[in-house]
């Protein structure tokens, strides 16, 4: 059973940083392309950030772009989204996603393992 638990969600004031990390306990996604989702209460989950398989493409929402940053460690399956600039309009649950391809993808319908999902609250 593929697991995936994100971590390092919290309350943050505006104009702070926040690292979320989310680990793949079944080491099931080395090969596979990965991603952060974000849902926002009464909005529908949207597509955050994607990295490829070995990390060498990497894509973002425009809203983000230049605030966050997604990295993978492929030794220690850890997938990461440091979040620096934090605006209340981020405020949300952070989802980790693993994809079926091997390329960095946008496309919700293209992953296929999903975490629980960890709250991220910036204050203004």
């Known amino acids: 059973q593929v697991q995936l638990v994100e971590s390092g969600g919290g309350l943050v004031q505006a104009g702070n940083s926040l690292t979320l990390s989310c680990v793949d306990s079944?080491?099931?996604?080395?090969?596979?392309?990965m991603g952060w989702f974000r849902q926002a209460p009464g909005k529908e989950r949207e597509f955050v950030a994607a990295?490829?398989?070995?990390?060498?493409?990497?894509e973002y929402l425009d809203s983000v772009k230049g605030r966050f940053t997604i990295s993978r460690d492929r030794i220690k399956n850890i997938l990461y989204l440091q979040m620096n600039n934090l605006e209340p309009e981020d405020t949300a649950v952070y989802y980790c996603?693993?994809?079926?391809?091997?390329?960095?993808?946008?496309?919700?319908?293209?992953?296929?393992?999903w975490g629980q999902g960890t709250q991220v609250t910036v204050s203004s």
């Open positions: 990295i490829s398989w070995n990390g060498g493409t990497t």
């Open positions: 996603a693993t994809s079926r391809l091997a390329a960095a993808t946008r496309t919700m319908n293209t992953y296929r393992y």
């Open positions: 079944k080491r099931t996604s080395s090969n596979n392309g």
